[in-house]
């Protein structure tokens, strides 16, 4: 794996809460990888962890007060720790910190930090369950990710207050993974892929009934985004073929039906050195779209007539056959919730693309939704490997290595 973070800074913001004592386990990851950290904390973190703990393992002055050092005379501390850092990283981060830093107040060292830092910002809140659900916390989070703050969601768990809900501070691996990720993209250019031109495709297919209402599935678009970002960090040109809109530093074309999706596949797939359908296209479409809101009747069922959709993946393929296509690598995904290895196998071959990534949709702690996955890479030609439960992010690099090799 890439390390992005060689001799990076990477500037912490401690709040008080009881998870601050994992940030100690943060700090050695970063170290480990060869970061440079620095750590800025409210008074309240000191409750929770010692400066000495944390001045021993970042091997950095640790900062709580505006204006503490003497010896910084030509810069105040809230801007000369911005300027030498390339990222920032607040967790846990508490609901009165995540509420300050989203109406600007600046009345601590590390609210004054946050607000005059220009670069990527990760946040990782940990709080009680009912704080993390009150509306007006919810709204500033909000806030935060319209201003492109990257929020990592706590994780539900038991609490330190001994009740069990959302509250949890996230995995410290997705903290470090995110970090490594954005500082990835931030060097793009460097990577193995430049030249190549990729096309993913994620999410769940909206097929439409009427004028509100559509079918559609839980896919999230996770796996086929950080696919995405991936390809993009390691200098590939990408397209991103989605059911939602995203913000990328890549090109995206939104769609919405697997009718839609076909075309855009079909218009540039055989272009590309790479083809990944990671979008979970829905077999079937309402047969016709009423133009107007379907009114309830007296009747206590109703039937919606539904068509088969086109099989994208299958299309394009036949397409790579009828035109002796020796360059395009298509990657197809299998969700399978029963008989994984023995329906993979007979989909590559129904499928006729060249690799096919199977994973299990009924494990609860991977797949749909959610960050981590578990998979199986099957070729064509009935060889498998697997790759075990780890982020989507992880996922992502070892399956283009897989394909690339
Ligand atoms: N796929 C596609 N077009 C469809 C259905 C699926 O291109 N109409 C693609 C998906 O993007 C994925 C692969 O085919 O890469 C397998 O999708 P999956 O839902 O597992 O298989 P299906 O072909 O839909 O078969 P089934 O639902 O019976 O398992």
Known sequence: MQNNLKDKTILI???????????????????????????????NALNFVTKLTLETLSDNKVFVENFETQEREYSPEHISLCDEADIMVIAPASANTISKIATGICD?????????????????????????????????????????YHILEPETGELACKTTGKGRLCDLNLIFEKTSEILGANAVGSGKL??????????????????VRYISNFSSGKMGIALADEAYKQGADVTLIITKPVETPYKTVYVQSAEEMQREVLKSGLKSDLVIMAAAV?????????????????????????????????????QKKKTKNKKTVIVGFCAESENLLKNAKEKIAKKGCDYLIANDISKKDSGFSSDYNEVYILDKNGKKSHIERSLKTVIAQKILEKVFE
Request: hydrophobic letters at 40%; charged letters at 25%.
């Open 13 to 43: 913001g401690i709040t008080g809460g009881i998870a601050a004592y994992k940030i100690c386990e943060l700090i050695r990851m970063y170290k480990k990888a060869g970061a440079n950290v620095k750590v800025v904390m409210t008074k």
């Open 108 to 148: 601590n060292l590390l609210t004054s930090v946050v607000c005059a830092f220009n670069k990527p910002v990760i946040i990782a809140p940990a709080m009680n369950t009912n704080m993390w659900n009150n509306k007006i916390i919810q709204k500033n989070i909000s806030i935060l990710k319209e201003n492109n």
């Open 194 to 211: 430049k030249g190549k031109k990729v096309l993913i495709t994620a999410g769940g297919t909206i097929e439409k009934i009427d004028t």
């Open 282 to 318: 829905a077999d079937f479409r309402a047969e016709t779209v009423s133009k107007q809101k379907i009114k309830k009747t007296s009747a206590d069922t109703m039937t919606l007539n539904l068509v088969k959709n086109p099989d994208i993946l299958k299309n394009l393929c036949e």
